[in-house]
């Protein structure tokens, strides 16, 4: 096989490895997964460090959409349709089984994923949603960003653990994922205002 077909072959076998095994998963196990031997597999990847930073790259960066930032940006829209888009495709694309568990297991390994994914994606993501629906809603934000942001978690930490309720402990199944996402996106901008007043203490 070709070098850059097996190299490909072995991420892609890894990925799912690491996701159900956690990041400890030793790596002569996922050369026999592979059909290889450990000797051959570190050809591909001198460092099993090396293989994870290709995995978080495939699997964890790889799966959000840049495009996603324009649209969330697009004027042309309500604010509350581009957010329920946008999360009804991060839930289907990014926010899968295999994605939370190898990101949920990097946290748990005190690895960089994660924190690498929130500083690289997730901040200008909550950036660019509280400035959204303030420009929709006429609201002037606050200056603190460290607020803002946290702000924001409130609608996006809420759609990832119903994603974390759904694929990790099978609960929360009963309802549709449009039909939850409608009724985050519709409470958060709904009280968007009020959320301001509070953080400000009025």
Avoid at 6 to 35: H, Y
Avoid at 37 to 64: C, H, M, W
Wanted: proline share 3%; aromatic share 10%.
């Amino acid at each position: 096989m070709p070098f850059n077909e097996r190299r490909a072959q072995i991420l892609d076998v890894a990925s799912d490895f690491f996701a159900e095994n956690g990041l400890a998963g030793q790596t002569r196990q996922l050369a026999e997964k592979c059909g290889i031997s450990q000797r051959l597999l570190y050809r591909f990847f001198p460092t099993k460090e090396d293989l994870l930073r290709e995995v978080y790259n495939q699997e964890i960066l790889g799966a959000f959409k840049a495009v996603w930032f324009v649209e969330l940006q697009d004027r042309s829209q309500p604010v509350s349709v581009r957010l329920e888009a946008f999360y009804r495709d991060y839930l289907q694309s990014t926010l899968t089984r295999k994605w939370l568990r190898l990101f949920l297991y990097a946290s748990l390994a005190e690895a960089n994923m994660a924190p690498d994914y929130i500083a690289a994606i997730i901040t200008q993501l909550l950036e660019v949603v509280m400035r959204e629906v303030a420009h929709e809603k006429g609201v002037v934000l606050p200056a603190d960003p460290a607020l803002l942001r946290e702000m924001a978690w409130t609608l996006h930490g809420a759609i990832s653990h119903y994603a974390i309720r759904r694929h990790i402990y099978q609960s929360s199944l009963s309802l549709s994922e449009d039909q939850v996402v409608s009724m985050h996106v519709r409470l958060f901008v709904a009280g968007f205002a009020d959320m301001i007043d509070a953080c400000r203490g009025d």
